[in-house]
């Protein structure tokens, strides 16, 4: 009995955890956001265009004091850097990060030119105007410096009151050091923050060489000249030459497809004309034996008629309202002398030769005599 009773307590003790986890997963997927609007309206200032500000002395916060929070009119002060060419969703998303990195944060994004990135990089798809714009339209940001180093130097942490760098964890080599970051990291200005995994631009760049011959189609489609593709006379007869062969494919596929949407439609209308072709013979058999069966409506019929017809071939019997011999009052007969009183003459048989048999009886006699 123990036993049952501690396994049935264990039994229940899951059931419940089962159903509070089914409860808590079922509340997770039923909370949503509440709608707001939270969009600004302007772009994020570029820092040349700000006025300096000298009234305060910069002093760093260190990481303990930014985690617990600072007044709201002193901002944790936080940079990150970057090329952010063709900028995508892995740009915004650590520039997410770095904003969300303490309670009050005011995120600074410093866009190296086009100079530094092709020295020490390599070509970029936008140029430095339109990446400088690009990271101003960023929600995230609230201050972008253009032109900035490639490499940060004290000076430039003091002149932007810059209190913590924010960058990925993974040490960057370039202009001969194993990290640029490395000074930031000792010094204990370093926020590390994640990469976005499967997204980057050199990702997008690659996607793009290998679909080469595609998006210059797509191009020369949309209205641009081979010339501005800085594409070849007969490159550009090929790609034509591609794209008319892709038009007779699709629609042969088109084709294709709506043949064997026809067929299926025909397939599905002749088992239709089946099936009711069934209902309908099967409906014709049932009132075909209904009608000539053996206990049919036609048999029924002719035996019908048969008992018409030989009740009007049989001659017609004296109505049933006429009275019998028995009720009819008595009358006097007249005897014959060869009959006795005690024996009275038979009754003869009716006849159905037509003739009618009369009894003599002093009615009768009196007829005649009347006559």
Not at 36 to 43: D, Q
Not at 164 to 192: L, N, R
Not at 267 to 277: A, F, N, V
Request: hydrophobic share 30%; proline share 7%.
């Amino acid at each position: 009995m123990e036993a049952q009773s501690s396994s049935d307590m264990l039994l229940s003790r899951k059931r419940r955890r089962e159903s509070s986890t089914r409860d808590t997963e079922e509340a997770e997927r039923l909370v949503k956001v509440p709608r707001c609007t939270v969009g600004l309206k302007h772009p994020a200032p570029f820092a040349d265009e700000l006025e300096p500000v000298t009234k305060k002395p910069y002093v760093r916060v260190n990481m303990e004091e930014a985690k617990r929070g600072t007044h709201p009119d002193r901002p944790v002060r936080v940079y990150a850097d970057g090329i952010f060419d063709v900028f995508h969703s892995g740009h915004a998303r650590a520039l997410m990060q770095a904003k969300c990195l303490f309670p009050n944060t005011h995120l600074i994004v410093g866009v190296c030119s086009d100079d530094l990135t092709h020295t020490y990089k390599g070509f970029t798809v936008m140029n430095e105007d339109e990446r400088y714009d690009a990271i101003s339209h960023c929600r995230y940001v609230d201050e972008v410096v253009r032109n900035a180093p490639w490499t940060l130097t004290p000076e430039f942490l003091a002149k932007h009151r810059i209190d913590f760098v924010a960058h990925d964890d993974i040490p960057y080599s370039s202009a001969g050091s194993d990290d640029v970051y490395k000074h930031i990291k000792e010094a204990g200005m370093f926020a590390p923050t994640q990469r976005t995994e499967g997204i980057s631009t050199s990702d997008i760049i690659t996607r793009i060489v290998r679909d080469y011959d595609v998006y210059v189609r797509r191009n020369l489609q949309r209205g641009y000249t081979a010339k501005e593709l800085n594409v070849s006379f007969i490159n550009e007869k090929k790609y034509h030459l591609q794209e008319r062969v892709d038009k007779v494919k699709r629609k042969v596929r088109d084709v294709e497809e709506k043949s064997k949407e026809f067929v299926q439609k025909v397939e599905e209308k002749s088992i239709d004309l089946i099936q009711k072709w069934e209902e309908k013979s099967r409906e014709f058999i049932g009132n075909f034996l209904q009608m000539f069966g053996p206990e049919g409506a036609l048999k029924h019929m002719l035996k019908e008629g048969k008992g018409r017809m030989l009740q009007a071939i049989s001659p017609r019997q004296s109505p049933n309202s006429s009275p019998s011999r028995e009720e009819r009052s008595p009358s006097p007969t007249f005897r014959l002398p060869f009959f006795t009183k005690t024996s009275p003459p038979p009754s003869p048989p009716p006849h159905h030769s037509g003739t009618r048999g009369y009894l003599v009886s002093e009615d009768d006699d009196d007829e005649d005599d009347k006559s």
